[in-house]
């Protein structure tokens, strides 16, 4: 069973970046596709940006695209979301998870067998 543990969050004023990380645990990291949610209060969790197995292949929501770019390294289990021009819009606890579904399912989050427990972002307007 993998375990996910995220970090990286905090507060950041908008126009600003931060970098959040998942560190994978307990199997083998480099089967999964690895993608990272967000939940604003009040609100669903969304799709933020997903990655295949070999890195090569990146997916993004269109208000990630241009401002956020995920990685990640399967020789160290870590995927990371590198967050550029920050919003407020942005706030959210977001959410790092890994699945072995069709690269077509990627947006939804119950696609996903395993989760971390979340890292607050809040950008300050």
């Known amino acids: 069973q993998v375990q996910l543990v995220e970090s990286g969050g905090g507060l950041v004023q908008a126009g600003g970046s931060l970098r959040l990380s998942c560190a994978a645990s307990?199997?083998?990291?480099?089967?999964?596709?690895m993608a990272w949610f967000r939940q604003a209060p009040g609100k669903e969790q969304e799709f933020v940006a997903a990655?295949?197995?070999?890195?090569?292949?990146?997916s993004y929501a269109d208000f990630a695209r241009g401002r956020f770019i995920i990685s990640r390294d399967n020789a160290k289990n870590t995927v990371s979301l590198q967050m550029n021009t920050l919003k407020p819009e942005d706030t959210a606890v977001y959410y790092c998870?890994?699945?072995?579904?069709?690269?077509?399912?990627?947006?939804?989050?119950?696609?996903?067998?395993?989760w971390g427990q979340g890292t607050q972002v809040t950008v300050s307007s």
């Open positions: 998870a890994a699945g072995k579904k069709e690269w077509a399912l990627r947006r939804l989050n119950k696609e996903y067998d395993y």
């Open positions: 307990g199997g083998t990291f480099s089967p999964y596709i």
């Open positions: 990655i295949m197995k070999s890195g090569g292949i990146v």
